[in-house]
């Protein structure tokens, strides 16, 4: 399994992991791991279902319960995230869910139990796998890590922009403030804290645009697995 590659995409939210993640794994025909999905849908689960989220022993039973797959990814967007039959892939990027799966997220048992359920998605002929903690503790053997940043400012500013389009009124300044509580507790927490792993490259997004981004990873990608069929830069 280890021989199989992976790309490893992590970083805090805002910083176009998603979107790059996406790109990358249509233009090599690789599977993709949104990382971030499993713990919004456990999230969303537990907000349903009234169950607390620090009920560790509660979530955990509910994980392993969770009726969950993802269906065939549309070009760019990511698979589509259905949940026993219901298509919860808008419901999950809610903010409240975001913030909800960030506290899950911090409590070890839980990322312990997602831990082989992520692994299996290592499959050829490659995987790219977004999240926080992809290149240094799901998959420290991937060939290749990214760490994308990008300033407070800009990553509230791109998400904003994302959510008023989608006709969900928001406020900067709360939005701003949400997301830098929700960076300080995936930085801080105990359990696999958003760190970039000693072998990533680190790309800070500020000012660029997406399609420069996608072409600095394009031409790491050829230097560490040579040329790929039908990937062009
Ligand atoms: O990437 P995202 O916004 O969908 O992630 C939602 C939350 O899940 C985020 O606050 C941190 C957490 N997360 C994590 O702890 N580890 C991952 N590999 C992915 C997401």
């Given amino acids: 399994m280890p021989d199989i590659p992976v790309i490893a995409i992590d970083g805090p939210s805002g910083t176009g992991k998603g979107t790059v993640s996406g790109i990358l794994a249509t233009k090599l025909g690789w599977h993709l791991l949104d990382s971030g999905s499993l713990y919004r849908v456990l999230a969303l689960t537990a907000l349903n279902s009234g169950i607390s989220l620090n009920d560790t022993d509660k979530l955990v ?10 269906e065939s990814a549309t070009e760019y967007s990511g698979a589509s995230i259905i949940l ?19 506290l899950v997220a911090a409590l070890p048992e839980v990322r312990q139990t997602l831990l082989e359920r992520q692994r299996k998605f290592r499959q050829a002929p490659g995987l790219v796998a977004d999240g926080r903690d992809m290149g240094t503790i799901v998959f420290p053997t991937a060939q290749l890590k990214i760490f994308l940043t990008a300033s407070a400012e800009e990553r509230a500013t791109r998400r904003y922009k994302q959510l008023i389009e989608k006709g969900i009124n928001v406020n900067l300044r709360d939005l701003s403030a949400d997301i830098a509580e929700r960076d300080r507790r995936d930085k801080e927490r105990v359990a696999s804290p958003l760190r970039p792993a000693e072998d990533a490259v680190t790309i800070d997004t500020t000012g660029i645009k997406i399609q420069r981004v996608i072409n600095r990873i394009s031409a790491l990608v050829e230097e560490r697995f040579g040329s790929q069929p039908g990937f062009t830069r």
């Fill in 84 to 102: 026993n039959d219901q298509d919860v892939s808008e419901d999950i990027r809610e903010e409240s869910c975001g913030n909800a799966a960030s």
């Fill in 61 to 70: 039973q509910l994980l392993t319960t969770l009726n969950l797959r993802f």
